[in-house]
């Protein structure tokens, strides 16, 4: 795990929404958790996030 992706991580777990949805995805899909993580670590301003379906990756 990157240092980016740590800080993203901690981002995550500090935020109870975000912690809710990474937990989530975690159990149902860990491959979107990934994705979850990466995005979160890149974009880490981003309030309303949502799945592009189409593309395969979220978007703010």
Do not use: C
């Amino acid at each position: 795990m990157t240092k980016k992706e740590k800080v993203g991580l901690d981002l995550i777990y500090s935020h109870a929404g975000k912690r809710r949805v990474y937990e989530t995805y975690l159990k149902t899909n860990p491959e979107m958790a990934q994705k979850y993580l990466e995005f979160i670590s890149t974009h880490q301003a981003a309030i309303y996030i949502k799945w592009d379906g189409v593309k395969q990756k979220f978007k703010a």
